[in-house]
């Protein structure tokens, strides 16, 4: 079994930076594509920053130049780099991992959610 588990949220003021972490552990081989989501009370859940296994990147464009979305794999762990944060960015976030659970197959997983909050 594969289990995500996030930290590095919390409350900053607009314009600070903030670095979320998104671990993988148990049994698996490596992190394959990764993605970051948020959501905002009353809000559906959006889609914030996404890489592929060979490391292509997309980002909402409501994110685009301040978010980037990275990973170290010797340690399993995918990162999401927030700069000139604003309060609008303030959501649970969550992590989404496809993982290399065994060679030739894969598996997603999602984390259990971290909060950010943007304080004017």
């Known amino acids: 079994q594969v289990q995500l588990v996030e930290s590095g949220g919390g409350l900053v003021q607009a314009g600070g930076s903030l670095r979320l972490s998104c671990a993988a552990s148990?049994?698996?081989?490596?992190?394959?594509?990764m993605a970051w989501y948020r959501q905002a009370p009353g809000k559906q859940r959006e889609l914030v920053a996404s890489?592929?296994?060979?490391?292509?990147?997309n980002y909402a464009e409501s994110v685009k130049g301040r978010f980037i979305i990275s990973r170290d794999n010797a340690k399993n762990t995918v990162y999401l780099q927030m700069n000139s944060l604003k309060p609008d960015d303030t959501a649970v976030y969550y992590c989404?991992?496809?993982?290399?659970?065994?060679?030739?197959?894969?598996?997603?997983?999602w984390g259990q959610g971290t909060q950010v909050t943007v304080s004017s």
């Open positions: 989404n991992v496809d993982v290399l659970v065994v060679a030739g197959i894969l598996k997603n997983y």
């Open positions: 890489s592929t296994g060979g490391g292509s990147t």
């Open positions: 148990g049994s698996m081989f490596s992190i394959n594509a």
